[in-house]
């Protein structure tokens, strides 16, 4: 038998181990998170803490991670005294500090990778970090996602416009980040979420106009309803929003389904969270559909454990996919065939159901014929597979705004439960990181040598004619295999 | 006696070409995937259309300016490619390969640095200048190859998803029907142009084909401002800035895998993100603050020399590419499709891609290369 030969163009032995390694590392200092890093810390083991929070008036203005809505003041544009303003929102994290935890806020985790099925060339298991100037990897045996749950937009006219948003981005923005810029807000949403926000926003000062809901009754908990009518919030059931009218700063009013009108300057989503799982995902973890945790959930590996609402909403009982169909299916009554669906690159529900491409391309007739339909004929909705085509879900935001959405568009066109579509895939990095700090900066001598622009095989750039001739060796002379190190 | 009927195995660009070009000529043909159509490294590559190293070059050169027309769908398909340096030695290399083209008679000019940045404003102080193909260029993978497909079903075609081949069924050394978990398909002739399960496949027909299969990545930006011309390549990375204006590009080291008979399940990338970022970072300064929105990985299958096999043995025409398939594509399917019907390329030479170069190669000729999973 020969040899094991070398390939010097191959992964093998160029990712250095990383140089920080943790017994535990906790992603996300919400209260789970902090307690899981706190618990940790107390048996001994060293346990490093990260928080994206506050993360930069950039992603903000993406709607990552929440759904901002464009109404976060000017101060999150400054990013040192935003990191006071989180950590002094933030008391829960003392005793970490206390228990020797190592905190690091405004910093993200964006990936997790660990050797597997297609890749033995890692250094151990690293989940990639970054704040606002560079990233790392550092090393651990346990980690704990406690990254919360995020937003869940649905598209009705006028919601592509500055203030409409989500009622954890705005709970973000009254609570931890000081910084929401309206003041009269309509809650989409009677369920727990709802009647919770709607409190929130009264406690802080806002004028909530009302809680609108499409169902008959107030759906959230007994408790909070009555806390609700104390505080003379009206909920109006049955009654749902049609269009949200504005100008150049956005949100102006919300019609209603009912006829009138509320004069408001943020309409906030309460419809559901999601948990955000997309660490997990992208690192191929296990998962589940659980309807009445809010959808997709994570489900715990050896080295992966989840705390807080990542690992799903808690579990009253209340069917979260039912009531999202719901809302859907009332707000998708109010669309048109142009109202937006991805704000991002800018397509409508006519260009998603019609599978058609972006304006930037010509829709020749044949391409016309086609369809949402037309492609389930061939096979089973695959939401990745629409994402391509028609770029809904491709942009910059990463899917947040709308993939949730199109899922259950998918689902509904193909006559199919929303488990029963295949979750679009997230891939790392799982926030928008720029080009220059996502980079490796340091990376090892060996990756620096052993680079090829693909594969590095002598003969595979040779051209035809010339294969057998002395340009061949003249070709591997010069190239070597190797094309522009 | 020409082939009727023709089942293909495989839904990429390869073997969608091949059916498609089949279906051209008023053959029945039905297309067998595992998967969905697309879905490996036929739609997630970088795009590139310019390969000057092949015997196919001609014909993938007249065909790509004519593809949204001759399939009906749009491709994205745009001309020409621009490859810059930014060290002497990337500068050196790139000289070397425009007077080999130039040689060949494939129109390559040289661009000082200045006319780099003129035609490339996102290239920086960095830049030593480059290279300009004047032919060539890229389009979209998954746009294409799903153009392919449609093009495939309005001539009549069956493509039939999510059907992994069990098996064939030979009589008298040729394949008389191809079985597959949707049932079984007769045929006179049989395509196999099956990515990385293209090896596995032809041995069941007793066909020899050495493969290796190895995972490679790529990254992705949010949109960056249009650029006149898309295809830049340089600075050890490959790729395009789609007609979004996302720069989409990949390069690198790849990692030697290993998977069952149906492919892999899944195709993680790495924290090479970051070293892919880098390059690019170093290729256009003025991008360093765009965000990179996606990673991705695809798995691609090699022959030991690293070009492409395109033969016939009895009814059976295996089809694989070693990397450069979709940008190949419109020729590759041509080819294929005449050594089906014809039992040779009727547009040029392509004996040098064929089987038996293969021949007498060791049975541990992978260990010998050090091309085995970690």
Same mark, same amino acid.
């Given at each position: 038998?020969?040899?094991?030969?070398?390939?010097?163009?191959?992964?093998?032995?160029?990712?250095?181990?990383?140089?920080?390694?943790?017994?535990?590392?906790?992603?996300?200092?919400?209260?789970?998170?902090?307690?899981?890093?706190?618990?940790?810390?107390?048996?001994?083991?060293?346990?490093?803490?990260?928080?994206?929070?506050?993360?930069?008036?950039?992603?903000?203005?993406?709607?990552?991670?929440?759904?901002?809505?464009?109404?976060?003041?000017?101060?999150?544009?400054?990013?040192?005294?935003?990191?006071?303003?989180?950590?002094?929102?933030?008391?829960?994290?003392?005793?970490?500090?206390?228990?020797?935890?190592?905190?690091?806020?405004?910093?993200?985790?964006?990936?997790?990778?660990?050797?597997?099925?297609?890749?033995?060339?890692?250094?151990?298991?690293?989940?990639?970090?970054?704040?606002?100037?560079?990233?790392?990897?550092?090393?651990?045996?346990?980690?704990?996602?406690?990254?919360?749950?995020?937003?869940?937009?649905?598209?009705?006219?006028?919601?592509?416009?500055?203030?409409?948003?989500?009622?954890?981005?705005?709970?973000?923005?009254?609570?931890?980040?000081? #910084?929401?810029?309206?003041? *009269?807000?309509? !809650?989409? +949403?009677?369920? %727990? /979420?709802?009647?919770?926000? &709607?409190?929130?926003?009264?406690?802080?000062?806002?004028?909530?106009? #009302?809680?609108?809901?499409? *169902?008959?009754? !107030?759906? +959230?908990?007994? %408790? /909070?309803?009555?806390?609700? &009518?104390?505080?003379?919030?009206?909920?109006?059931?049955?009654?749902?929003?049609?269009?949200?009218?504005?100008?150049?700063?956005?949100?102006?009013?919300?019609?209603?389904?009912?006829?009138?009108?509320?004069?408001?300057?943020?309409?906030?989503?309460?419809?559901?969270?999601?948990?955000?799982?997309?660490?997990?995902?992208?690192?191929?973890?296990?998962?589940?559909?659980?309807?009445?945790?809010?959808?997709?959930?994570?489900?715990?590996?050896?080295?992966?454990?989840?705390?807080?609402?990542?690992?799903?909403?808690?579990?009253?009982?209340?069917?979260?996919?039912?009531?999202?169909?719901?809302?859907?299916?009332?707000?998708?009554?109010?669309?048109?065939?142009?109202?937006?669906?991805?704000?991002?690159?800018?397509?409508?529900?006519?260009?998603?159901?019609?599978?058609?491409?972006?304006?930037?391309?010509?829709?020749?007739?044949?391409?016309?014929?086609?369809?949402?339909?037309?492609?389930?004929?061939?096979?089973?909705?695959?939401?990745?597979?629409?994402?391509?085509?028609?770029?809904?879900?491709?942009?910059?935001?990463?899917?947040?705004?709308?993939?949730?959405?199109?899922?259950?568009?998918?689902?509904?066109?193909?006559?199919?439960?929303?488990?029963?579509?295949?979750?679009?895939?997230?891939?790392?990095?799982?926030?928008?990181?720029?080009?220059?700090?996502?980079?490796?900066?340091?990376?090892?001598?060996?990756?620096?040598?052993?680079?090829?622009?693909?594969?590095?095989?002598?003969?595979?750039?040779?051209?035809?004619?010339?294969?057998?001739?002395?340009?061949?060796?003249?070709?591997?002379?010069?190239?070597?295999?190797?094309?522009?190190? | 006696?020409?082939?009727?009927?023709?089942?293909?195995?495989?839904?990429?660009?390869?073997?969608?070409?091949?059916?498609?070009?089949?279906?051209?000529?008023?053959?029945?043909?039905?297309?067998?995937?595992?998967?969905?159509?697309?879905?490996?490294?036929?739609?997630?590559?970088?795009?590139?259309?310019?390969?000057?190293?092949?015997?196919?070059?001609?014909?993938?050169?007249?065909?790509?300016?004519?593809?949204?027309?001759?399939?009906?769908?749009?491709?994205?398909?745009?001309?020409?490619?621009?490859?810059?340096?930014?060290?002497?030695?990337?500068?050196?290399?790139?000289?070397?390969?425009?007077?080999?083209?130039?040689?060949?008679?494939?129109?390559?000019?040289?661009?000082?640095?200045?006319?780099?940045?003129?035609?490339?404003?996102?290239?920086?102080?960095?830049?030593?200048?480059?290279?300009?193909?004047?032919?060539?260029?890229?389009?979209?993978?998954?746009?294409?190859?799903?153009?392919?497909?449609?093009?495939?079903?309005?001539?009549?075609?069956?493509?039939?998803?999510?059907?992994?081949?069990?098996?064939?069924?030979?009589?008298?050394?040729?394949?008389?029907?191809?079985?597959?978990?949707?049932?079984?398909?007769?045929?006179?002739?049989?395509?196999?142009?099956?990515?990385?399960?293209?090896?596995?496949?032809?041995?069941?027909?007793?066909?020899?084909?050495?493969?290796?299969?190895?995972?490679?990545?790529?990254?992705?930006?949010?949109?960056?401002?249009?650029?006149?011309?898309?295809?830049?390549?340089?600075?050890?990375?490959?790729?395009?800035?789609?007609?979004?204006?996302?720069?989409?590009?990949?390069?690198?080291?790849?990692?030697?895998?290993?998977?069952?008979?149906?492919?892999?399940?899944?195709?993680?990338?790495?924290?090479?993100?970051?070293?892919?970022?880098?390059?690019?970072?170093?290729?256009?300064?003025?991008?360093?603050?765009?965000?990179?929105?996606?990673?991705?990985?695809?798995?691609?299958?090699?022959?030991?020399?690293?070009?492409?096999?395109?033969?016939?043995?009895?009814?059976?025409?295996?089809?694989?590419?070693?990397?450069?398939?979709?940008?190949?594509?419109?020729?590759?399917?041509?080819?294929?499709?005449?050594?089906?019907?014809?039992?040779?390329?009727?547009?040029?030479?392509?004996?040098?891609?064929?089987?038996?170069?293969?021949?007498?190669?060791?049975?541990?000729?992978?260990?010998?290369?050090?091309?085995?999973?970690?």
């Amino acid at each position: 038998m020969s040899q094991r030969g070398h390939d010097p163009h191959a992964i093998d032995g160029k990712f250095p181990a990383p140089s920080h390694h943790y017994d535990v590392v906790v992603i996300g200092g919400g209260p789970s998170g902090t307690e899981a890093a706190l618990k940790a810390a107390q048996v001994g083991t060293k346990v490093l803490l990260v928080d994206e929070n506050p993360v930069s008036g950039a992603l903000i203005g993406t709607d990552v991670p929440f759904f901002f809505g464009g109404r976060a003041t000017t101060a999150v544009q400054n990013r040192e005294r935003m990191v006071e303003t989180v950590f002094m929102n933030m008391p829960w994290l003392e005793p970490a500090f206390e228990a020797g935890v190592e905190v690091q806020l405004a910093t993200t985790a964006w990936g997790v990778y660990r050797n597997g099925p297609l890749v033995g060339s890692l250094p151990g298991q690293v989940v990639g970090l970054a704040d606002a100037e560079r990233s790392w990897l550092v090393g651990f045996d346990k980690l704990v996602i406690a990254t919360g749950a995020r937003d869940l937009p649905l598209a009705f006219p006028g919601w592509n416009q500055p203030g409409v948003m989500g009622a954890k981005a705005l709970a973000m923005l009254l609570e931890r980040y000081d #910084a929401f810029a309206g003041r *009269r807000i309509v !809650v989409v +949403g009677s369920h %727990d /979420l709802g009647l919770e926000t &709607a409190l929130l926003a009264k406690a802080k000062g806002l004028e909530v106009l #009302a809680i609108l809901e499409l *169902r008959n009754t !107030v759906q +959230g908990n007994t %408790d /909070l309803a009555a806390q609700v &009518a104390a505080a003379g919030i009206q909920v109006r059931c049955g009654v749902t929003p049609v269009e949200a009218k504005g100008g150049l700063d956005g949100v102006e009013a919300l019609v209603l389904s009912d006829g009138e009108t509320l004069a408001c300057d943020s309409v906030v989503m309460g419809v559901g969270l999601v948990p955000m799982i997309e660490l997990n995902d992208a690192a191929d973890g296990p998962r589940r559909f659980d309807a009445n945790r809010g959808g997709w959930v994570p489900e715990e590996s050896e080295a992966i454990a989840f705390a807080g609402s990542c690992a799903g909403l808690v579990n009253t009982g209340f069917d979260h996919a039912s009531y999202r169909q719901d809302w859907m299916d009332a707000l998708g009554g109010a669309c048109g065939g142009d109202t937006i669906i991805c704000q991002c690159e800018e397509m409508t529900l006519a260009d998603l159901t019609g599978l058609q491409p972006p304006r930037y391309l010509e829709r020749p007739p044949a391409l016309q014929k086609r369809s949402l339909k037309t492609l389930l004929q061939d096979g089973p909705p695959n939401q990745d597979q629409v994402k391509r085509l028609t770029r809904t879900g491709m942009g910059q935001c990463q899917g947040r705004r709308c993939r949730d959405q199109v899922a259950m568009i998918l689902a509904a066109e193909a006559g199919k439960n929303l488990a029963e579509v295949p979750l679009a895939t997230h891939r790392a990095p799982v926030r928008p990181l720029p080009l220059k700090v996502i980079a490796d900066w340091e990376e090892s001598e060996a990756m620096r040598a052993g680079w090829d622009v693909w594969m590095g095989i002598p003969t595979q750039w040779v051209p035809y004619a010339d294969i057998g001739t002395p340009y061949e060796e003249e070709n591997r002379r010069r190239l070597g295999g190797a094309m522009a190190l | 006696m020409s082939a009727q009927k023709v089942v293909v195995v495989g839904a990429g660009a390869s073997g969608l070409s091949a059916a498609w070009w089949l279906a051209r000529s008023g053959v029945s043909v039905t297309v067998l995937d595992k998967g969905i159509v697309g879905w490996e490294a036929s739609g997630r590559n970088g795009g590139g259309c310019s390969h000057y190293q092949s015997p196919l070059f001609k014909e993938e050169q007249r065909l790509w300016p004519q593809m949204d027309e001759l399939l009906g769908y749009p491709t994205e398909f745009s001309p020409e490619r621009i490859v810059m340096a930014v060290t002497p030695r990337q500068l050196d290399q790139y000289h070397y390969i425009a007077e080999m083209n130039n040689r060949l008679g494939h129109r390559v000019d040289l661009l000082d640095a200045s006319q780099v940045r003129e035609a490339v404003p996102l290239a920086g102080d960095n830049c030593l200048g480059g290279i300009h193909y004047r032919f060539g260029g890229h389009a979209n993978p998954h746009r294409s190859v799903q153009a392919y497909a449609w093009a495939l079903q309005d001539l009549g075609g069956q493509i039939v998803q999510h059907s992994p081949v069990t098996g064939f069924q030979v009589a008298s050394g040729t394949v008389t029907a191809v079985e597959s978990t949707s049932g079984t398909y007769e045929c006179d002739a049989v395509v196999i142009a099956a990515g990385p399960q293209t090896g596995q496949l032809a041995a069941q027909v007793g066909i020899d084909l050495p493969l290796a299969n190895a995972r490679a990545e790529m990254i992705v930006t949010e949109p960056a401002p249009m650029m006149k011309l898309g295809g830049v390549d340089g600075n050890g990375l490959y790729g395009r800035q789609t007609l979004r204006g996302n720069l989409a590009y990949g390069g690198g080291p790849h990692e030697w895998v290993e998977f069952g008979d149906l492919g892999p399940e899944t195709k993680p990338s790495t924290p090479l993100t970051r070293n892919l970022a880098r390059r690019l970072a170093e290729l256009f300064p003025g991008a360093a603050h765009l965000n990179v929105i996606r990673s991705w990985a695809g798995v691609i299958e090699m022959t030991p020399d690293g070009r492409p096999v395109i033969d016939r043995r009895e009814n059976v025409t295996v089809c694989t590419m070693s990397g450069v398939g979709f940008g190949l594509s419109p020729a590759s399917g041509h080819a294929v499709s005449d050594l089906v019907l014809e039992g040779r390329c009727s547009f040029t030479d392509i004996e040098k891609l064929g089987l038996s170069r293969f021949d007498g190669i060791e049975a541990d000729w992978r260990i010998s290369k050090g091309w085995l999973p970690l």
